[in-house]
Structure formats: structure tokens, C-alpha cells
Antibody, heavy 119, light 105 residues
Framework: EVQLVQSGAEVKKPGESLKISCKGS????????IGWVRQMPGKGLEWIGIIYPADSDTTYSPSFQGQVTISADKSINTAYLEWSSLKDSDTAMYYC????????????WGQGALVTVSS | DIQMTQSPSSLSASVGDRVTITCRAS??????LNWYQQKPGKAPKLLTYAASSLESGVPSRFSGSGSGTDFTLTISSLQPEDFATYYC?????????FGQGTKVE
């Protein structure tokens, strides 16, 4: 069974750093892109970026370039989303998802990780 | 970036109704168009991919159509569990942008 399991909810202060994780299981982790999606409270879905775990090839949305870092450790089947200095506006639910197949649709999703940034 | 525009933003429907949601891309996305359903507090769920292919396990009352810039998601007979928000997404070129969502209530 394909599963993506994300790390738990986080409460941080502005300016702090954070790295959240997404662990894949039940499939060949290095063969599929992993994407990250943001959903701010009461809002829609926003595509942050994708990574190919086999070689860590990464593409960011221009809206998020320089604001976050996506990485992966293929030895432990885990992808990461990282902030070096959080802002209040980073408060959101963050999902990881697998892009399956040539059509690149997100066919499996993690359960989401709620990040709350507040002073 | 390719902009994805859904209409309507929300709609009111009853069980048994035929529901149609449209999605327009600012430039051609070929057939790289996906539809997701999201219920409150849950992760999105893939319904259709490549414009018209039904994801495994998704009921056949859901169907997708279109190509190029204009796409449609149709629910042939709305069921109680279908009240949710629906998003289109293009995966033709990065960033793989989403529409703003359509709430079915």
C-alpha cells in the first residue's frame, strides 16, 4: 500500500527555522516526483515545488523560490520542506503528494502538516 | 505561470442533480489537466487525470472532459458524500498551478 506519512503539527515563532518531512512507503521512492502544496487557512491549494528523489532535481514555483527549500534523502525514502526564517504568513497546512505516471497528477497525498507561526 | 480559472466559485445543488464545473487555462495545457476533491480537514483526493481518465476507485458518476484550454468535471448524479470543494490543476508545465476551487454545497 502506497503511503506518504508527514511529520506532526508545529508551532513556531517568527524568525525561527523549521524542517518538515514526508516519508514514502509501499512503492519505489526514487521513481516518482514528490510535490509540496500549501493551503492557507480557508484558502485554496498552492503548488510550492517538486523534487525527484533519485537525483534531487528540484523545481520551485516562482512564488516560493527563495522562501523555502525542498530536499530529499533517498536512503530513508523521505522528502523535506524547510524554512530558514519563518513569517506569520507561513501559517498554513502543508501537504506532500506523489506525482504518479507520465500525466504527473498527484495520486497519493500525505495527511498534511499544520504549521502555525505566531509570536 | 499558467493561470487556471474555475467557474463557478460555488454552487448550490441537491442530491440527484447533474453538476458541471468548468476550468479554463490561460494557455494550452494539452490534456494535462487533473481534478481533485477536498473535504474539510482532509487531504485532496485525485478524481480524474489526463483530462478524462478516471482514477482507480473513483465512482463512475464522475467524469472529466476537454483539451487545450477548456475542461469540464461532471458529476452525473450528486450523492451526499460529494458535497466538497473541487480543484482543477494543470501539470503541463511547472509550476503545476491549481484553480481557485469550486465549493459544492
Amino acid at each position: 500500500e502506497v503511503q506518504l506519512v508527514q511529520s506532526g503539527a508545529e508551532v513556531k515563532k517568527p524568525g525561527e527555522s523549521l524542517k518538515i518531512s514526508c516519508k514514502g512507503s509501499g512503492y519505489s521512492f526514487t521513481r516518482f516526483w514528490i510535490g509540496w502544496v500549501r493551503q492557507m487557512p480557508g484558502k485554496g491549494l498552492e503548488w510550492i515545488g517538486i523534487i525527484y528523489p533519485a537525483d534531487s532535481d528540484t523545481t520551485y514555483s516562482p512564488s516560493f523560490q527563495g522562501q523555502v527549500t525542498i530536499s530529499a534523502d533517498k536512503s530513508i525514502n523521505t522528502a523535506y520542506l524547510e524554512w530558514s526564517s519563518l513569517k506569520d504568513s507561513d501559517t498554513a497546512m502543508y501537504y506532500c503528494a506523489r506525482a504518479g505516471g507520465a500525466d504527473r497528477a498527484f495520486d497519493y497525498w500525505g495527511q498534511g502538516a499544520l504549521v502555525t507561526v505566531s509570536s | 505561470d499558467i493561470q487556471m480559472t474555475q467557474s463557478p466559485s460555488s454552487l448550490s445543488a441537491s442530491v440527484g442533480d447533474r453538476v458541471t464545473i468548468t476550468c479554463r487555462a490561460s494557455q494550452s495545457v494539452n490534456y494535462y489537466l487533473n481534478w481533485y476533491q477536498q473535504k474539510p480537514g482532509k487531504a485532496p483526493k485525485l478524481l480524474t487525470y489526463a483530462a478524462s481518465s478516471l482514477e482507480s476507485g473513483v465512482p463512475s458518476r464522475f467524469s472529466g472532459s476537454g483539451s487545450g484550454t477548456d475542461f469540464t468535471l461532471t458529476i452525473s448524479s450528486l450523492q451526499p458524500e460529494d458535497f466538497a470543494t473541487y480543484y482543477c490543476q494543470q501539470s503541463h508545465e511547472t509550476p503545476w498551478t491549481f484553480g481557485q476551487g469550486t465549493k459544492v454545497e
